[in-house]
């Protein structure tokens, strides 16, 4: 059974989709069988992957909904070698009405029984915000990926989501699992990034994922070319950097 992981965190701007979409490609460049979920209505990860998400005729939130069924709105991505669920602005329609379901923060999970089986990981990348589809994606995940930029206001953030992912792991999905916080944008010439860095590793400890995700230019461009950082630019610093991290959660979670 395939391990789903949620890239998530309440603050904008920290990597969460440039981390979705370059670890899922990373993963299946080591060749592992991935799904990548878009569940952010921006549908800034079905764009970053090559596909137009104004030309789908039925995406993530048909799923969620009922209104479709998985094989219907799956997307094999050649390039990248992975299977996307796609999304765009439709999706924010699902928060409302799940809001309105008893079980609406476990439709995610009920439609990704069966498909679990398919993949050796599911990769989902969340709004940056806590909302009804956030907790779709916690409610089904096993583990959260923490992107997080080396800035100042980078700790104050966390604790937010901490506390939102013990009241996850209480009310909603007791076996939800933090995989690792995830250093980004890095800037190892920066007093500040250095320090933040630091502070991170002494308050999280062994939470800290080994890999740093460094400044690059080429990451910033590749989401432009609907590619992947493995497509765009394999030799560049961000495609290292997003191997060294596949590698690290393949061993941190036997996927």
Not at 5 to 34: C, D, H, P
Not at 149 to 166: K, N, P, R, V, W
Not at 194 to 222: C, W, Y
Request: with cysteine; proline share 4%; charged share 25%.
């Amino acid at each position: 059974m395939g391990r789903v992981i949620a890239v998530a965190n309440q603050k904008g701007g920290v990597g969460k989709t440039t981390t979705s979409v370059n670890l899922a490609a990373a993963l299946a460049r080591l060749e592992k069988k991935i799904l990548l979920i878009d569940l952010d209505p921006q549908g800034n990860a079905t764009v970053a992957i090559g596909v137009d998400k104004d030309a789908l005729e039925v995406t993530v939130f048909d799923l969620l909904i009922g209104e479709a069924k998985f094989k219907q709105v799956v997307i094999e991505v050649e390039q990248a070698g992975l299977d996307l669920l796609p999304s765009n602005a439709d999706l924010t329609a699902a928060e409302v009405m799940l809001l309105d379901e008893d079980k609406g923060p476990k439709r995610l999970d009920k439609v990704l029984k069966k498909a679990r089986d398919n993949y050796d990981a599911i990769l989902i990348d969340c709004p940056p915000t806590l909302n009804m589809l956030t907790l779709n994606a916690l409610g089904a995940a096993d583990g959260i990926l923490v992107p997080v930029q080396c800035e100042y206001f980078a700790l104050e953030g966390l604790s937010a989501l901490m506390d939102t992912i013990e009241t996850v792991q209480g009310e909603l999905n007791p076996q939800l699992h933090i995989d690792g916080l995830l250093r980004t944008m890095h800037d190892r010439r920066n007093n500040l990034a250095n320090d933040v860095s630091n502070e991170l590793v002494a308050h999280f400890g062994m939470k800290v994922l080994q890999t740093i995700v460094p400044r690059n230019v080429r990451l910033a461009e590749a989401p432009s070319y609907g590619e992947s950082i493995l497509d765009y630019d394999a030799s560049s610093s961000g495609a290292m950097a997003y191997l060294a991290l596949a590698n690290e959660i393949i061993r941190k979670t036997q996927i």
